[in-house]
């Protein structure tokens, strides 16, 4: 596939956030036959064919794993003379979801055996007129640019001229999972309109404009519509109409979380700057477009009259939309979203007797299946990026309430991809940061072992084994003479463990300030309980990849006793009655829920012991309380005793869920607190993959939950996994 297809541009000395559009033409004679497009860019593409735009996507890659996709246009093409149009996007910097490469697209059509076009010397292009290329707001550090359209403009564009052939790939591979499907708009409801009035300061970035625009809530028959018709897509339209102010505005209602491409429609007097911003919440009874420096907003510079306008280059997600239109009346047929969505099937759900409980599986599935897309995301609003503890969980809810298992394999290939000379993984994949997390290095492993004893899928395993191997003996050359495992110094190691104070990794004069610091980077000198028990757990996983490989790692495995018994015997407070989280020279310190639940998981705890240590953490002891992102080592460790805390556990979900609930949340958040303005600067997502835990509880502890009074109906004991 595309062997005949050479990689193109344009020749333009920009660098950063280019959009330029590649014209070909192809003559089909017999429709019967089909035809099929294959293609690849660098960063991405959006393809129309013969004016019909096609869904897809560029899969997150890398530049010696190139991946590529295949379409069957047939329903596209006619008899005769066809016209392929690739807008391709070059992001030029890496970020969170994409690690910069060299710009490019290539692509190819065929029918049959037979080449109809491709990508060569041959193939015309332009710079899109409609996008503004260079240097523009970012939405976040995550996701890069922003966008900026000017519709006026995108009705003159710049004469064709030739494009610029450049060196290929070695290698390209096909999609390694499937490929997202466009649900297509999604109905809104209008819950807020009235006029805005620009801020002061024109040249503000494009949502803080937005944030600093006042607005009047004026109601709909004040603006000249009534209550039956707050609905959209609308063929009518909704006619705005205001005296007063610098133009009017809309909040469109997407009824729960989405995430998809920006849809809008609508109808102006006159030409001008619309300007769009998406997020999660009305808590301050309007979009927030700016936080922190992030900038949840887009400009688009309409036309005079009927606007129609889809971003087919980056998802947005969120629950509302905010339009401020520029004129004092508009008509607005659909502001919104168009969902794209990982295709699921269902293993037929689960269904409990509990209302609450049924609801909370139902919420905790969409919550999971917006985070599912080219690879597995932490949350699609604010960062749409692979991590390795996030997305073990994510893995863990997918396999039982999806039996999904090749999202979980590309996944776990990205992160192989994204190993570092010193052993260490990405903070992302596919991304280029400037710090890495080694607990969630040592999560991969144990993601790992886990997509092994769902699938049996050795030979993928046998291809990641080597990145395994190394992540173990990295950290395995950390021994010091305690006989546990140093703290990683490199200035570039973040050592964060949770969200929590003493856990984050984080000085305490860094924002979010936090309490205490007790990771010494330049020294080393201060050991972590965390640490440990994390090594050990992937330890255990690396010896039962091993086994199923048949390799011998019995010298590297023997390493599992001395560094658990030092770890007890370091860690262990006895005036306590538990683990400290860190040791140095000046004794033990900070305590933790999630100390104690990682040597509990980890088999590190003697059998003496475990019982009392379990008691003190469901009741909640004087320790640093455990976050949502650990919950799952929390669940795992009381459900160790059997039947013991089944109960508690279901009833802590029902408590700590429930809430989100009951406050009418349709995903669940990335901490308990939501989006308070302490979480994160009031940045905190209200949809986040590893929130769906109660999936992964569910259907691993529901026998024991039922023998405990938790009422399940279906039965779906036979197909749990042991967790």
Request: net charge negative; aromatic share 12%.
């Amino acid at each position: 596939m595309l062997e005949q297809a050479q990689k193109i541009w344009i020749d333009t000395p920009e660098t950063l956030n280019v959009y330029a559009d590649f014209l070909e033409t192809f003559t089909v004679t017999d429709r019967r036959t089909p035809v099929t497009l294959a293609i690849s860019a660098d960063s991405h593409y959006a393809v129309t064919v013969n004016g019909q735009p096609l869904f897809g996507n560029q899969f997150a890659d890398f530049a010696d794993y190139k991946v590529y996709d295949t379409y069957d246009i047939t329903a596209l093409v006619r008899e005769g003379e066809n016209q392929l149009l690739v807008t391709g996007y070059y992001q030029g910097e890496s970020s969170l979801t994409y690690r910069v490469g060299e710009a490019g697209v290539l692509f190819e059509v065929r029918q049959a055996d037979t080449m109809l076009c491709c990508s060569n010397a041959a193939t015309l292009c332009r710079l899109n007129a409609g996008y503004r290329s260079g240097e523009i707001e970012r939405i976040t550090m995550q996701l890069s640019f922003s966008f900026r359209y000017d519709a006026v403009a995108a009705e003159t564009p710049a004469p064709w001229g030739p494009c610029v052939v450049r060196a290929g790939y070695a290698a390209l591979y096909p999609r390694p999972c499937k490929q997202l499907v466009n649900a297509g708009r999604v109905p809104t409801r209008v819950v807020a309109q009235g006029v805005f009035y620009k801020p002061c300061d024109q040249s503000l970035p494009c949502g803080e404009y937005m944030k600093q625009s006042a607005l009047i809530t004026l109601r709909p028959k004040e603006m000249g519509f009534d209550l039956s018709r707050l609905t959209m897509p609308s063929d009518e339209g909704i006619s705005l109409a205001a005296n007063g102010g610098d133009g009017v505005f809309l909040i469109a209602d997407l009824g729960q979380e989405e995430a998809g491409l920006l849809d809008v429609e609508f109808t102006l007097p006159c030409e001008g700057d619309v300007y769009i911003g998406f997020g999660e919440h009305l808590d301050h009874l309007r979009v927030m477009t700016a936080i922190e420096g992030r900038q949840f907003a887009v400009v688009y510079h309409a036309k005079a009259g009927h606007n129609r306008f889809v971003h087919r280059f980056k998802r947005l997600a969120g629950r509302y939309v905010q339009i401020h239109l520029p004129s004092a009346e508009a008509t607005v047929h659909y502001v919104g979203l168009q969902p794209t969505q990982y295709p699921v099937g269902d293993r037929g759900g689960l269904v409990c007797a509990d209302d609450l409980h049924q609801r909370i599986y139902e919420v905790a599935k969409h919550t999971l299946h917006l985070c599912m897309h080219e690879h597995y995301e932490d949350c699609p609003w604010r960062e749409q990026a692979l991590y390795g503890m996030d997305s073990r969980v994510e893995m863990l809810c997918a396999y039982r309430a999806f039996e999904e298992y090749e999202l979980s394999k590309a996944s776990l290939r990205l992160f192989a991809h994204s190993q570092r000379e010193n052993g260490q993984l990405e903070l992302c994949a596919p991304a280029e940061a400037d710090i890495y997390i080694p607990s969630f290095n040592l999560c991969y492993v144990i993601s790992a072992s886990e997509y092994l004893k769902h699938t049996g899928d050795c030979a993928f395993l046998e291809e990641i084994y080597p990145v395994v191997e190394k992540v173990i003996k990295t950290f395995a050359d950390k021994m010091t003479d305690a006989g546990v495992i140093g703290c990683c110094t490199e200035p570039e190691a973040w050592n964060l463990y949770e969200w929590a104070p003493g856990l984050d990794g984080r000085k305490a004069d860094m924002w979010p300030p936090m309490d205490v610091d007790f990771v010494d980077e330049s020294t080393g000198k201060v050991l972590s309980a965390p640490l440990n028990a994390y090594f050990l757990m992937a330890l255990k996983a690396y010896g039962e990849i091993a086994a199923a490989l048949g390799k011998d790692i019995e010298s590297t495995l023997a390493l599992w006793k001395p560094i658990a018994e030092a770890s007890e015997r370091l860690f262990w407070d006895e005036e306590k009655g538990c683990y400290a989280s860190y040791c140095d020279a000046d004794g033990r310190k900070h305590y933790a829920e999630l100390t104690q639940a990682l040597f509990l998981c980890a088999g590190i705890v003697p059998a003496k012991k475990q019982a009392a240590l379990r008691r003190k953490l469901r009741d909640g002891a004087d320790w640093v309380p455990i976050t949502m992102g650990s919950m799952i080592h929390k669940y795992d460790a009381l459900m160790q005793e059997g039947d013991t805390y089944a109960a508690f556990v279901m009833d802590d979900i029902a408590k700590r869920w429930g809430d989100m609930v009951a406050v009418g949340a349709t995903t669940f958040w990335e901490t308990f607190a939501g989006s308070a303005e302490y979480t994160f600067g009031g940045a905190g997502s209200l949809c986040h993959g590893w929130a769906a835990l109660p999936i992964y509880v569910y259907y691993t502890y529901g026998s024991a939950a039922s023998r405990a009074g938790f009422a399940v109906e279906k039965e779906f004991a036979k197909k749990e996994v042991d967790g």
